[in-house]
């Protein structure tokens, strides 16, 4: 089957800690986002990449980091300096950058703070 | 600034009920619009999307939506609610010269049967 895999699905994070969340899709797409949902305020985005071995800040970035080394993998890295990581990540692929392409959503991860 | 905006939090509808889901966009250019569901702790999926032509656009599950250019609006629209559409809905707009898709809020759509 064809689609974008996360995990894990459930994270707990101690205070001072870095958690690397796994994005992996088999689609073939080119684009690959990261988004973070949080009660009432819809999908904000963190970071996205067009292509292998580049990739840019979104509205939300501080405090995270990713990597684009392979095209089916885009990781994403909460750091200790996110000082309010407790949410629902999701991650997207599009088949490629332009904006006409609906956007194929992974299952997320909810990752709380202990 | 490029926006969109969901005005109801919540819709309740009764099972054989018509629906609708209010959408509605501040983007400079041309819009491309889309909707998608979430149900309880699972990602996004695409329901439908306007891109151009005709302003009624069909999509998954019985679903459609009429992107309506003066009003600057995308409303989602069902014939006959069913007690497994309830679910989160989003509405999402790309514009021109741009490269990120904004979301709106979200609207929890309630199907009492």
């Known amino acids: 089957d064809g689609g974008i895999t996360q995990s894990p699905k459930y994270l707990f994070r101690k205070e001072g800690q870095n958690v690397t969340l796994s994005c992996e899709q088999n689609?073939?797409?080119?684009?690959m986002y990261w988004y973070r949902q949080d009660p009432g305020q819809g999908l904000r985005l963190i970071y996205y990449?067009?292509?292998?071995?580049?990739?840019q800040k979104g509205d939300i970035a501080e405090g995270y980091s990713v990597s684009r080394e392979k095209k089916e993998s885009f990781p994403l890295t909460v750091t200790s300096a996110q000082k309010n990581p407790t949410a629902f990540y999701l991650c997207?692929?599009?088949?490629?950058?332009?904006?006409?392409?609906?956007?194929?959503f992974g299952p997320g991860t909810r990752l709380t703070v202990l | 600034a490029q926006s969109v905006a969901q005005p109801e939090d919540q819709v309740n509808v009764a099972e054989g009920n018509p629906l609708t889901v209010k959408c509605t966009y501040s983007?400079?250019?041309?819009?491309?619009l889309f909707w998608y569901v979430q149900y309880p702790n699972r990602g996004l999926q695409f329901l439908l999307k306007?891109?151009?032509?005709?302003?009624l656009v069909k999509g998954s599950y019985g679903f459609e939506a009429e992107f309506n250019k003066s009003q600057t609006s995308f409303h989602l629209k069902k014939p006959s609610a069913l007690v497994s559409d309830s679910a989160l809905y989003f509405c999402?707009?790309?514009?021109?010269?741009?490269?990120?898709?904004?979301f709106g809020a979200g609207t929890r759509l309630f199907v009492k049967a």
């Open positions: 997207a692929s599009t088949l490629t950058s332009g904006r006409a392409g609906e956007q194929f």
């Open positions: 689609l073939n797409h080119d684009a």
């Open positions: 990449s067009q292509i292998v071995n580049d990739f």
């Open positions: 983007v400079s250019g041309n819009p491309y």
């Open positions: 306007y891109i151009t032509g005709d302003n």
């Open positions: 999402a707009v790309t514009y021109t010269g741009g490269f990120k898709t904004i």
